[in-house]
Each structure stands twice: as structure tokens, then as C-alpha cells.
């Protein structure tokens, strides 16, 4: 079952009288359950095409559907609908809020949905599901690194979305933490049928995910899943290919 | 909501500063409303005090109510009485009832000499509490107002002292919150005797004929006007008030004051607004992220709208509150401090409460509106990027 659906995406940035095509015409599929890394340089449009799939930035062009869901023409708020119930988001920065304790960050996104009267058990679930039931009344300052992000993806789960999309979720964490949260999201991904989509440079992360679609200059230039020939090729270009020959990258 | 409260106390001197700007609107607001309403109620209850009688003084009388207006003779009643559309006429001499006390905000205190027989009737609509009212051929016999009572705490039975003369008081008056709470009305004989001894010699052998006006009871009150032109026409020397005048005589007053609770008003609008308007600016620039996390999460632009209006809301509420609460403990305070001389210059009402609250509470939301508007429109992938 497909789960996500682009064609053709594009995205272009105007700054005075010069165009940047962030993502340029960007096509992509993605099966339910899978999980999978956009890699590439800064400047690649992997951000860009992270905002995209994931309804926070309208495209220019071009055509996405979500879980069976045209995206393009939506309101926005049929946008904040699709993104509060099909998609859950993790972030680099984790992105809590500072004011509300664990269990409330999870809870969220539940504020601006229909009424949830068993929330707050579910709640409690997810954060007994990333290993956190213990920390649910601390606030994100309370927490270190790994266990904000843990929060975040208990937040990202909290809707049961149709696809979780982590833009660098590891960048801030040591390399056992990450090691370590990388794990709980491959076990959400084999035990739970979740589809993941991470966006990162780090080969590493990539490495670990089944399926690697690399970027440069806003199109795909690699998309290779575990038992392809060409994953590694899609994983390490990045790493060997010399400095010069990468295009300089917009933002 | 217990994120709005939770989101104030992030910022406790800004939020304290705010609140402030909004408390001293408010103070002054329920200080000077309820110096209005105390004021109001005079007046309303001066319109209904005065409104069945024309008011005839001597046509050199400063404004007419003035205890140094120039006297009237009684013989003016009988002249008065055949005119057309007139009742009946009767003299009444006012005074102070302590010339040494004159001045101050409140009603003046006053000694007032009436016939019993002919100036009570069901239109002057003056009820005893206690005792009784005047009656006719009586002397050195009081009804004093509430006001009076209270202050020189006199009961029916005590006596008092007046101008150097001892009245017993016969009766006193239910509280009409207007002029009658702060008259003690006498027999017109011992009012003219009083009277005489601050007055030129050249009136003295006409005691009895002493007035400072003759207070006339139209027919019919809607001919009021015409009668007191009559009057002023054919009765030289002297000027005719209607009703409708001295009703409009104490609404200047009113009018006065109620433009300064509008001021009021105003000040606390610019003042209370334009601080809400701008913490809730500055908080909005400081929480872009949170608001772009929202957002991602799913949040619709009337979530954001609400929770930052919520928490203007919240600052008006509570600047409301306090400004309220300390505008009330002042007038309690001044008016307790007055409340030995039986006068009040201040009249808190639930209303103007619920007034100055409410008022706090909606400018509040209001100021929030921009903010907030602000906040909501934001795109979601520059305020989740920002830094």
C-alpha cells in the first residue's frame, strides 16, 4: 500500500530577481512501512522536500497525496488537519514545549483534535512505549537530550499518523544516544508497521534505515533500497566524492 | 486556559508591569464611577425631589439656590395663588444650617421652613422612618433627613441645637439619597426668626413675611412652563424657575462628571490597552518557535488565535481585578473617613463593578486580538526554523 505519493514536486524559492529551485521536480513513493533516509548536503533540499511531505509549505508545482489524501489545493486548515492526523514529526531540536511536562508535550497535538477522553492513557502508553513512563511529569529541561527526542516521538505517535517524519533526529544527540534512538525508531518501524522517513547527512543514520534516496540540488540522484547493489554507492558518494566536485548548495 | 495562566507567570515582572497599566485604568475608573453614581443618584433623586414644584425667587437671587439669595415676602403667595394653572403657593426660606460650614463637594447641610399645611401633599414625596412629619401651628419641632441623623446622632425624641435653638426632632426621614437626607425642616416661624438675626435690619420688623422663595404646585405639572411664565409676567421682581430648569441647573453637574468617567475610560484604554498590545507583541516574537511546533503538530490558525487572545484576556481579567479591588478600598477608606460629618462622596454599586470589570476584561481581549492575529498567521516552517 503506497502511504505517500509525490510527483514532480517543486518548490521554488523567489529572492529579488533570481529563482532557487529548492526541490526540482521531485517524484517519490513510499510504501507503507517503510523506513527510509533522504540524505544529503546542506543545501540539497532535503529540508525543503521534508516541508513539503509533510504539509507545512505548499508546493509550486507538482502533485502529493498523503494516505490517499490530495494535498495540493488544501486549505490551510485542511493542511494543520492532515498534519495533525496523518503525519508526526520529529526534529532535530526536539522541539518541546518548554512550559508543559512530558505527558503534556505528548498530548499535544491531541488539543487541537476531536475530544480524546482515554488521551492521557494513551499518553502514558507511548511514553512507557520510548522508555520514558517514569520521567511523564518532568519538564523538558528536567530530561536530557535522548529522552526529549523519546518525547518527541511519543508526541509524533500520539495521532497514530499514517507516516513519522524525523528531520535529523540524532544531530543533537551523542553517538550512544543515538545509536540508542535509532533502535527505538527501527523497533517502531519492525514491531509496529510505523513508516519512517528520515532526513539526515549522517551516512550512519542513513545506513540504518532499508531504503536511502539521495539528493542534490533539489532532484534525486540515488534511490536505493538494502539489498540494492548501489546502496552503499547511495550512502557514500556523499563521504568520498571530492569537495569540488559538489555544487555549492542552497539553503 | 492552564497553559494561558502557566504562560503569564513565564514572564512575572512583565506580566506584573502589564497588569499594572491595566490596574491603574481600572482604579481610576472605580474611583471616579463611583464618585458618578454617588453623584447620579443626587441628581436623579434632585429631579424627582424638585419636579412638581416652580421655584419663585426674588429676581436678584444669585442662582437661586444660594442661602444668601436675596428674600422674598409671603404676600407674594396670595398674588401667586389666583394666577391661572396654580395649585396652590407656599413659602419656604432655606438657610444653611451651618453658614460656617459652607463649601465641600457634598450637598450643602440645610435648614429649611415650610408651612406644613400647605407645602406637604402627595406629590413631595417625603416618607418618615421614624416619628412623624410637621404639622401645622407647631414650634421648635424638627424632622431632620437620614444624613443629619446619622451625623449628629439625633433620635424622634432627642433634641438639637440649630443656630443656637433647641428643636426636638419629631421625625426622620427615610434615606432618599438626595437633598432631603441633608435638610432639617422646621416650622417656617422658627426659620424666620432664625433668619432674621443674619439679615439687615430693614427686614426685621417683617419677620413674618420672610422667604427665600415661594415654591408654587402647578395644576398640571405639563403646564409647568407656561405657568411660570405667567408668573414671571405678571409679578414684577421676581423670576420663576420651572422644574425642567433646576432638573437641567443639576445636570450640568452631572453632565461634568460623567465626561470625566469617560476620560477615565480613555486613559485606562490607551494606558491598560497599549501595554497589553505590546507585551502580547513582544511574547509572540518570543514564543515563534512554540508557535511553529504547534503548528506542525496540527494546530488551525483559531487554535493559535484563541490561546493568545485567552491569555490577553487573562491579563486584562486580572488587572481588572486588582484595580478594582484597590479603587474599592479606596472609596470605602474616604468614605469612611467622611462618614462622621454623615456625608459620602463616594457610591460603589455592584453594577459599576461588574462595569469596570467587565470593561478590563474585553479591552483585554481586544489588545490581544493584533497580537494574536500576528501569532496565528505566521508561516509555520519560518517560525519552526527560527532561532
Redesign the interface.
Known amino acids: 500500500m503506497t502511504i505517500l505519493r509525490a510527483k514532480d514536486l517543486t518548490k521554488v524559492y523567489r529572492r529579488g530577481s533570481s529563482e532557487v529551485r529548492a526541490v526540482d521536480g521531485i517524484s517519490l513513493t513510499v510504501a507503507a512501512g517503510e523506513f527510509m533516509a533522504i540524505m544529503g548536503r546542506s543545501g540539497s533540499g532535503k529540508t525543503t522536500l521534508l516541508?513539503l511531505l509533510?504539509c507545512?509549505?505548499r508546493p509550486t508545482s507538482g502533485a502529493l497525496e498523503i494516505d490517499g489524501r490530495t494535498v495540493i489545493g488544501a486549505s490551510?486548515?485542511q493542511l494543520?488537519?492532515?498534519?495533525?492526523?496523518r503525519i508526526g514529526?520529529v526534529?532535530q531540536e526536539f522541539?518541546?514545549?518548554?512550559?508543559?511536562t512530558a505527558i503534556e508535550n505528548v498530548m499535544?497535538?491531541l488539543?487541537?483534535?476531536p475530544r480524546r477522553p482515554r488521551g492521557r492513557t494513551d499518553a502514558r502508553a507511548l511514553l512507557e512505549l520510548v522508555g520514558l513512563a517514569h520521567r511523564e511529569s518532568h519538564r523538558p529541561t528536567e530530561l536530557s537530550g535522548g529522552e526529549q527526542q523519546r518525547v518527541a516521538i511519543a508526541?509524533a505517535l500520539v495521532?497514530q499518523p499514517a507516516v513519522i517524519l524525523a528531520d535529523e533526529p540524532t544531530g543533537e544527540l551523542d553517538s550512544a544516544t543515538s545509536e540508542r534512538l535509532m533502535a527505538t525508531l527501527r523497533d517502531l518501524n519492525r514491531n509496529r508497521g510505523l513508516t519512517i522517513i528520515i532526513v539526515t547527512h549522517d551516512a550512519a543514520i542513513a545506513g540504518a534505515t532499508d531504503r536511502v534516496v539521495r539528493l542534490s540540488d533539489g532532484r534525486v540522484t540515488a534511490d536505493a533500497r538494502r539489498d540494492d547493489e548501489d546502496f552503499v554507492r547511495a550512502l557514500g558518494t556523499d563521504v568520498t566524492a571530492p569537495a569540488l566536485l559538489d555544487p555549492v548548495g542552497f539553503r | 486556559m492552564s497553559?494561558a495562566i502557566?504562560?503569564i507567570w513565564?514572564r512575572p515582572l512583565r506580566t506584573a508591569l502589564t497588569v499594572l497599566g491595566i490596574v491603574i485604568g481600572v482604579f481610576a475608573l472605580t474611583v471616579m464611577g463611583a464618585l458618578a453614581e454617588k453623584l447620579n443618584v443626587l441628581v436623579d433623586g434632585g429631579d424627582e425631589y424638585f419636579r412638581t414644584r416652580i421655584f419663585v425667587f426674588d429676581e436678584g437671587a444669585a442662582s437661586g439656590f444660594q442661602a444668601s439669595s436675596r428674600p422674598v415676602t409671603r404676600d407674594l403667595v396670595e398674588r401667586i395663588a389666583v394666577l391661572d394653572g396654580v395649585d396652590r403657593a407656599t413659602p419656604v426660606l432655606q438657610t444653611l444650617l451651618n453658614p460656617e460650614e459652607a463649601g465641600g463637594f457634598d450637598l450643602p447641610e440645610l435648614l429649611t421652613g415650610i408651612e406644613p399645611e400647605t407645602w406637604y401633599d402627595e406629590s413631595v414625596e417625603l416618607r418618615v422612618d421614624a416619628g412623624r412629619l410637621l404639622e401645622a401651628d407647631e414650634s421648635g419641632t424638627t424632622v431632620i433627613g437620614a444624613d443629619l441623623a446619622e451625623r449628629y446622632d439625633r433620635r424622634v425624641g432627642d433634641t438639637i441645637t440649630i443656630r443656637d435653638r433647641d428643636f426636638e426632632v419629631i421625625g426622620v426621614l427615610e434615606r432618599t439619597l438626595t437633598f432631603p437626607d441633608k435638610i432639617a425642616y422646621v416650622p417656617l416661624a422658627d426659620a424666620q426668626a432664625i433668619y432674621v438675626e443674619s439679615v439687615p435690619e430693614a427686614f426685621e420688623e417683617r419677620t413674618d413675611q420672610l422667604a427665600t422663595q415661594i415654591e408654587v404646585f402647578p395644576e398640571d405639572l405639563s403646564t409647568a412652563d407656561a405657568v411660570a411664565a405667567a408668573i414671571t409676567d405678571e409679578i414684577d421682581g421676581v423670576r420663576a424657575v420651572t422644574p425642567a430648569e433646576v432638573a437641567d441647573q443639576i445636570g450640568q453637574a452631572s453632565i461634568v462628571f460623567n465626561l470625566i468617567i469617560v476620560g477615565a475610560s480613555v486613559i485606562a484604554v490607551i494606558v491598560g490597552g497599549l501595554s497589553v498590545i505590546n507585551t502580547m507583541v513582544m511574547t509572540v516574537s518570543e514564543r515563534v518557535?512554540?508557535i511553529?511546533?504547534?503548528?506542525?503538530?496540527?494546530?488551525?490558525?483559531?487554535?493559535i488565535l484563541r490561546e493568545f487572545v485567552i491569555e490577553a484576556t487573562l491579563l486584562g481579567a486580572i488587572g481588572g481585578v486588582i484595580g478594582l479591588a484597590l479603587g474599592a478600598l479606596l472609596v470605602v477608606i474616604l468614605n469612611a473617613q467622611t462618614a462622621g460629618s454623615g456625608t459620602s462622596v463616594f457610591l460603589l454599586t455592584p453594577m459599576l463593578l461588574l462595569r469596570s470589570f467587565l470593561f478590563a476584561t474585553i479591552l483585554g481581549a481586544l489588545a490581544g486580538i493584533y497580537p494574536a492575529l500576528r501569532a496565528a498567521r505566521l508561516d509555520?516552517?519560518a517560525a519552526?526554523r527560527s532561532t
Open positions: 516541508d509533510g507545512l509549505l490551510d486548515g494543520a488537519t492532515i498534519r495533525r492526523e514529526f526534529f522541539n518541546l514545549m518548554p512550559t508543559l499535544l497535538p488539543r487541537y483534535g508526541r495521532n | 497553559e502557566g504562560n513565564r518557535r512554540e511553529g511546533i504547534k503548528k506542525a503538530v496540527g494546530a488551525p490558525t483559531g487554535a509555520p516552517v519552526l
